[in-house]
């Protein structure tokens, strides 16, 4: 019984470890813009203006790291699997394994005039991602899998925590045509609330 | 013993989140077609225009997830691993290790004269692996292995299932010359059907 | 003391699981060589001529799969970690985790008039491969690690075999300049016969 | 409780795994300069010229291999987990996954003018990583999850030799635009003194 939900959290933990680690392929090595050599305060030059690509990538990585403590934090709360969890919670790891893709349109198109559009790819995905997570704790808290013995309290607190995603996400995402840093400011603060309302992780 | 298993599991389940999670290596950044600035109707038209791509990783993405689960219930019902059971284990890693590759060529090529190539080769491998899961679910079932309190009802409805396999992803891969689409759409089809003939899972 | 080791095959098996499954990231999608559009006649043809790479690529899995499980069988007979098996198996693992770049060099250059320096530099890694494994196995048969209870006969028998390791790939290395073929065979009939002669696993 | 720490040194390691077999990626496989064929001689020949590749690839390796048995030397001395460990190890992990990148750029750029600027990109991360290792030590260190029963002398000693790190690659980090070669040789060195010190592991 509690065999099942170990190898579903086990595969899940290796599909969010390698969602974050696969973050550093959106680095580029910068080349000489010419066949010409390249010198050392070119390279650095060429490093630094790759800002967009670091805040792209702590952005992610923060995020992702945050949603894989409330995915064990959920999983401590039920008790056995079924299909309905299964999916829900593969339909969050499809969101998941995903984000390295607009982490790295983010990171491409953030210091252009194309950035509107890339913020709004990005916080999209991080709207079907609330909704994911929305779902899988609706499917968590289930009469039959939830585990008997979890504190009411504490799944009242998490509800009311994950309801807040969808629309908060939203937020960012209407921010986006308008101001694309905005949107990637709220997309942070998010990440630094949810890590707060962990509390007891 | 059941500790021999134990491995074997966790290094598939290695193979399969990884396979799975490199499905995202297929999605490119798209570029600005000429050496100009990209605005960002430009590039959401461009993230638009990769359909195929999202289409295709979804598919091969449930696919792969399905896998997993049926794997799982496979080999829930083996008591111990031996050389047989390795090979064939092998044989479909490295099926799975390959999905992401037909995977990037049906993205590439499913809106282009081509799809119909694109979608053979995409329906071909997992006739393969429909072989292999065959063969898998033959080795597993072995008396010598097999889990003697496994209830014989359960292991008739696999067996019946994974007999099924093969058969329909060759209907996908005659398809496919003639509707790419309706290959796809049979493809679809199976994991669905797949999961929910798990039932127990 | 076993959750030691524990912990140190749990990193290996990641290793040696992203190592085999990064192999696919050596398939290239093939693209129209003119700007034109491709067909699917031509599609078909372009993947068929990669046929190099299928071979580099099943050859080198199967291979990196054959040596898991040697890993595995050779752990089962240590007791607990020193520094010393830290660092062989370390070098073990960089050598592994290295295997997807000679399998592209070879993939990339199989069917050209330059496969003999490919095979070389693919053999050559097996040969330090097998220098790696004969250097793990003695330091996993020392007195103070090596499990008191584990059968003579059995570590009798890995410790010939892995001293045929090194000189067998020497004989692929040695083929390479004259037969790229047949140093390609060597190294697939070597992991027939690890495959074999595991028999215990 | 001890399972809390148990996934989070489960991810924890995964991300080490990933990030260090990640860094295969960064060979690249030689081709033709010309559209011409290339010849065994000319492949041997551009193979060997990588030699800046295979020497960042190895000193990263054995530097990640290194933080994995420390992280691990540091775990077993802790007895549970809070948000203050959580994020000072996450922190750690980003700095972990991200360590393909500088490896590629030095690989790019070490035989070339710009070596001075990749060195220093080099060693800067590991200024960080000697940082983070150091916050994550006092982070375990505190009274609240500490192990109760570590050994207060292995705590002194790990002490003192953490705090050691960020000074030592400052200094690596200040050889480079002088000597990028000294700067690389400072960081084996290190990877080299971290091995022998950790004795016990």
New interface residues.
Partial sequence: MEKETG?L???S?????????????E?K??HATEGG????????GN?LRQWPSYIA??TS??TV?IM??HH?VLFKLVRK???TL??TN?FL??LV?????PT??LA??LA???????C??YAGLFVLIGVAFYLLMRAAFRESIVDKQAPPERIRRLRRNYRLGPPLYTLAAAAA?FSPMAALAICTALWVFW?IT??E?
Avoid: K, N
């Fill in positions: 190898r959290e086990a595969f933990d290796g599909v969010f470890a390698i969602a974050i680690t696969l973050l550093v392929l680095l090595v910068p050599e390249i010198s050392a305060s070119m390279l650095a490093l990538l702590v990585f923060f790291l894989w403590v064990h699997t079924d299909a299964l999916f593969g790891l499809l394994s995903v984000v390295p893709f790295a349109v491409e198109y252009t005039p194309a950035a509107p559009a890339a709004e790819f045509p890590a962990t509390g992780c």
